[in-house]
Nanobody
Framework: QVQLVESGGGLVQPGGSLRLSCAAS????????MGWFRQAPGKEREFVAA????????FYADSVKGRFTSSRDNAKNTVYLQMNSLKPEDSAVYYCAAGPASRIVWRATSYGSWGQGTQVTVSS
């Protein structure tokens, strides 16, 4: 059973940076894609970024392109989301998710395993 554990959230000022981590266990991830989603109060969960475990191909929502970077460490079975130039509208609970790399990257239903989420708050 795949388990995902996020960490790295917190409070940061506008323009600041945070790095989220997602440690994965309980599976063989070579054919997986790891996704990052976020959900703000009163809003639907939205796609943020994703990375294919095997070749490292990355995907980003337009709202974060150029500011966020997803990467992976195969030896540690961990993926990262480096978030720079953070804005108040980036505030949300961030989730990592795992699913087959063959599925639609931005769709939440493409991912079968989810972490517990980590809060990111961007405020002065």
């Amino acid at each position: 059973q795949v388990q995902l554990v996020e960490s790295g959230g917190g409070l940061v000022q506008p323009g600041g940076s945070l790095r989220l981590s997602c440690a994965a266990s309980g599976g063989t991830f070579s054919s997986y894609r790891m996704g990052w989603f976020r959900q703000a109060p009163g809003k639907e969960r939205e796609f943020v970024a994703a990375i294919n475990w095997s070749y490292g191909s990355t995907f980003y929502a337009d709202s974060v392109k150029g500011r966020f970077t997803s990467s992976r460490d195969n030896a540690k079975n961990t993926v990262y989301l480096q978030m720079n130039s953070l804005k108040p509208e980036d505030s949300a609970v961030y989730y990592c998710a795992a699913g087959p790399a063959s599925r639609i990257v931005w769709r939440a239903t493409s991912y079968g395993s989810w972490g517990q989420g980590t809060q990111v708050t961007v405020s002065s």
